[in-house]
């Protein structure tokens, strides 16, 4: 019974393709997120959705659409796949982002290597 | 722009050893802070949480936070080569980034048996 769950664990398309991650979380939390993790290994936050509401939405390329159908479900859709947009993509849930003790879980990640 | 700095390392130390972690953070009214290990190829996993100043611990984690001096650090007693794995700080920020963390680069730690 994973808490946070991404499908697909990894992902190889070239240059120019549309893709999509999706992720789910069973915990009930309100809010999700999506990091982008490099090869450097930065863990930089993308978009942030509470209870289906965007909250958070980094510089990050109008190519990446983020869309929550409910709160248990974030996902991305990345347009014109670019060499710079290999890297590792985190989903993460929280209970909620607005209270101070608030912790966030992260799923297992998607692996996306454009070629 | 929000920072959190951490030494890249690598840090080595023998097994059995404390590791000493360190982080410090530019925004002075941040109020939340974690620590998480991320092994090579996995996701980060939460290790520690503190918000108030002073000591917290857990089994061998203990964590350290310093708000006046914008610092926070792990301590890791008894070092165990299970321990080796990348840790990541972060830190949330109050006010209107609510919802946000900035994690720092990691430490990499490496213990010897």
């Known amino acids: 019974d994973t808490a946070v769950s991404q499908t697909p664990k990894y992902l190889v398309t070239q240059m120019g393709n549309d893709k999509s991650i999706k992720c789910e979380q069973n915990l009930g939390h309100d809010t999700m997120y999506w990091y982008k993790q490099d090869s450097k290994k930065f863990l930089k936050i993308m978009f942030s959705?509470?209870?289906?509401?965007?909250?958070i939405n980094e510089t990050v390329p109008n190519r990446f659409s983020p869309k929550s159908p409910d709160k248990a479900h974030l996902n991305l859709h990345i347009n014109s796949l670019e060499l710079g947009d290999s890297a590792v993509y985190f989903c993460a849930s929280s209970q909620d982002g607005g209270i101070v003790t608030d912790t966030q879980y992260f799923g297992p990640g998607t692996r996306l290597t454009v070629l | 722009q929000k920072e959190v700095e951490q030494n890249s390392g690598p840090l080595s130390v023998p097994e059995g050893a404390i590791a000493s972690l360190n982080c410090t953070y530019s925004?002075?009214?941040?109020?939340?802070f974690f620590w998480y290990r991320q092994y090579s190829g996995k996701s980060p996993e939460l290790i520690m949480s503190i918000y108030s100043n002073g000591d917290k611990e857990d089994g061998r984690f203990t964590a350290q936070l310093n708000k006046a001096s914008q610092y926070v650090s792990l301590l890791i007693r008894d070092s165990q080569p299970s321990d080796s794995a990348t840790y990541l700080c972060?830190?949330?920020?109050?006010?209107?980034?609510?919802?946000?963390?900035?994690f720092g680069k990691g430490t990499k730690l490496s213990v010897i048996p």
């Open positions: 959705y509470n209870n289906k509401e965007l909250i």
């Open positions: 972060a830190v949330r920020h109050s006010g209107a980034g609510s919802y946000q963390l900035t």
């Open positions: 925004d002075r009214v941040s109020q939340s």
